[in-house]
């Protein structure tokens, strides 16, 4: 597996705060994820990065915001949290065979 | 976009029984892969396996992109093996530039009984 850590790894949070969630890698992949888990929907893309500074949208965007500033790096922001983004939050990574993905721990976070 | 619909939503099992997970995908597909969520929650790569056959232990599985469905086989399962079992597809062509974007069925929750 690729090492690959979340923090926090839980977090719990009022309606209408910032919530900020790392993934660190020490793989120096490429590509990374960021997905989140709720019952009945199996896991859904938020966002994902190509490489540092390139980012781009999921399925699941509204309400986040990405970043890449170095490779080992991906920042998931909920700029105002809301009760629908209590979660669990994977990320995940892709190396050189870019098609293939490895995932962190997780995150669950509770807005209340 | 593409949807993805795995059976059986539940499977129970005895310690040493075999089994058949099946996912079926509306759309053809460049990329698809098998994970296994353990009960504490982590997310591990079975296969990637967009077409063909595969075997990792007691593990395989086999992918007829042409009938879009993939099957996941366990032989003599153990408890170890308890957990949900995802199918991820991805239908577009991915490129080496952007990564690949996966969307995932609702996943089988098996349970193997000692």
């Known amino acids: 597996d690729a090492g690959i850590t979340q923090s926090p790894r839980h977090k719990v949070t009022e309606t209408g705060t910032p919530v900020t969630l790392r993934c660190h890698q020490t793989?120096?992949?490429?590509?990374m994820y960021w997905y989140r888990q709720d019952p009945g929907h199996g896991l859904r893309l938020i966002h994902y990065s190509y490489g540092v500074k390139d980012t781009d949208k999921g399925e699941v965007s509204d309400g986040y915001s990405v970043s890449r500033s170095k490779t080992e790096d991906f920042l998931l922001t909920l700029e105002s949290a809301t009760s629908s983004q209590t979660s669990v939050y994977f990320c995940a990574t892709g190396g050189l065979l870019w098609v293939e993905q490895f995932f962190g721990p997780g995150t669950r976070l509770t807005v209340l | 976009g593409i949807q993805v619909e795995q059976s059986p939503p539940d499977l129970i099992l005895q310690e040493g029984a075999n089994s058949t997970l099946r996912c079926n995908f509306s759309d053809s597909v460049n990329n698809l892969q098998w994970f296994h969520q353990n009960p504490w929650g982590q997310l591990i790569n079975l296969f990637y396996?967009?077409?063909g056959t595969k075997q990792n232990g007691r593990l395989s599985a086999t992918t007829v992109a042409t009938e879009r469905y993939s099957l996941l086989y366990i032989s003599s399962s153990q408890t170890t093996d308890s957990g949900v079992y995802f199918c991820a597809v991805e239908s577009r062509r991915g490129q080496e530039t952007s990564g690949s974007r996966l969307t995932f069925g609702e996943g089988t929750q098996l349970t193997v009984n000692p």
């Open positions: 793989e120096n992949h490429r590509y």
């Open positions: 396996i967009p077409s």
